[in-house]
């Protein structure tokens, strides 16, 4: 089989509480390395290229309606693309303003647009600000040759417009400014690309391993590079004390070894509780499956006809939420399964096996996993080498 192995049986399920609302389906940006448009899964091809105004108001009502039906305190509304401020800023404010509106009293929504950052000016950073709208930038690093793979479509570099971007961000609006996100290029220097954020004053960061399986593994796949470049990171992060910015994986790899909670959804066993509107109403997984095969996010099911709560008994979700007993049994046997977690979901994947493998990233996990519990005992343990080994 090729698509979502069956999840065995489960509690009630939980609820969602992000909601990644595709605002644009469409990029400025032809990305070489983009799974979403250059990989295995074409179905953006036959949707709107920009949400309607009548999906964008079915969308705000059905999660005004899943917030009230399980009494949420709070949710995460996500306004994703593509590249959402495609769609304007106006429009992006204006179905904030409309969720917001809608959702019960007492239900705190906290509004984030990811964007590429190419598009920011100061009137459209200044709008999302005043409508509380904070802003993710997605880049590969602080400086141009990091970025030289994020191009438009005739293309010409983007890293001119979006350092402007961020800077603007950073310099005019910081309290609007919620970190950049960076896949690792195992290629780079870590430190030198940590740094490199570091000069853009992110509040937080979040690194991401690219997306990769056991039918298409990712590039440099084998070797452990990831780890390497992730230990590198860390300790440079560790010896600073952790002040300069946060760092989510590295936040979450520390609380979950202590054994707090945290939940990220490349580690830890908490249940994942975020669905995906895209530009035609469609309820979908998130979009990392789509770098699996395609339609591999699909769940059949709109905002048009379906409420939430039919998502949540998609089998995709329900596999997602299984938590230990949902995992391979050779992860269910390893003694990090608590932080690891099985990794990423959409790392698991493996064509005529569906998602029940550990993830392709085992043996990286497993390194940087076990250097980072060697950093919290005193005397264990050495920084990463310069040439990026680990002790």
């Not at 069956?6 to 070489?32: T, Y």
């Not at 603007?168 to 996100?181: I, K, Q, S």
């Not at 780079?188 to 399986?213: F, I, K, M, Q």
């Not at 390893?334 to 998602?355: E, I, K, N, Q, S």
Request: proline residues 7%; aromatic residues 8%.
């Amino acid at each position: 089989m090729s698509g979502t192995t069956a999840a065995p049986a489960r509690a009630r399920p939980r609820p969602f509480r992000q909601f990644i609302v595709k605002a644009h389906g469409r990029c400025n940006l032809a990305c070489r390395y983009c799974y979403l448009y250059e990989g295995p899964d074409h179905t953006w091809r036959s949707r709107p290229a920009a949400a309607p105004a009548e999906v964008l108001d079915r969308t705000a009502d059905r999660i005004a309606r899943h917030a009230r039906d399980h009494s949420l305190t709070a949710l995460s509304l996500v306004l994703h693309g593509g590249e959402p401020l495609l769609a304007g800023a106006a429009t992006l404010a204006g179905f904030t303003d409309s969720v917001r509106a809608r959702v019960p009293e007492g239900c705190a929504v906290h509004a984030t647009v990811q964007t590429n950052a190419t598009l920011l000016t100061h009137d459209r950073v200044a709008l999302l600000a005043r409508h509380r709208i904070r802003i993710g930038i997605s880049l590969d690093g602080g400086g141009p040759a990091l970025n030289a793979r994020r191009v438009d479509h005739a293309g010409r570099p983007s890293w001119p417009a979006a350092a402007r971007g961020a800077r603007l961000v950073a310099d005019r609006f910081p309290e609007a400014y919620a970190g950049v996100l960076t896949v690792v290029d195992p290629t780079t220097d870590p430190v030198e690309t940590y740094e490199s954020l570091l000069a853009l004053r992110p509040p937080a960061l979040d690194l991401l391993l690219p997306h990769g399986n056991w039918t298409s593994p990712p590039p440099h796949w084998g070797e452990e590079r990831y780890a390497d470049w992730l230990c590198r990171v860390f300790d440079r992060w560790w010896s600073a004390g952790r002040r300069e910015t946060r760092v989510r994986l590295f936040e979450e790899c520390v609380a979950l070894l202590l054994g707090l909670p945290a939940a990220t959804e490349s580690l830890g066993l908490a249940p994942f509780d975020a669905v995906v509107i895209e530009t035609d109403g469609s309820i979908e997984q998130v979009d990392s499956l789509k770098s699996a095969y395609d339609g591999a996010a699909e769940t059949g099911l709109d905002v048009f006809r379906h409420d939430f709560d039919q998502a949540l008994d998609h089998p995709g979700v329900a596999a997602r939420q299984a938590g230990l007993a949902g995992l391979a049994g050779s992860c269910r046997a390893c003694p990090l399964v608590a932080v690891c977690g099985g990794g990423h979901y959409a790392h698991r994947y493996r064509a005529g096996d569906g998602f029940r493998n550990p993830s392709v990233y085992c043996a990286d996990l497993q390194r940087f996993i076990r250097h980072v519990a060697a950093r919290l005992t005193p005397g264990r343990a050495r920084p990463a080498t310069d040439e990026g080994g680990t002790p």
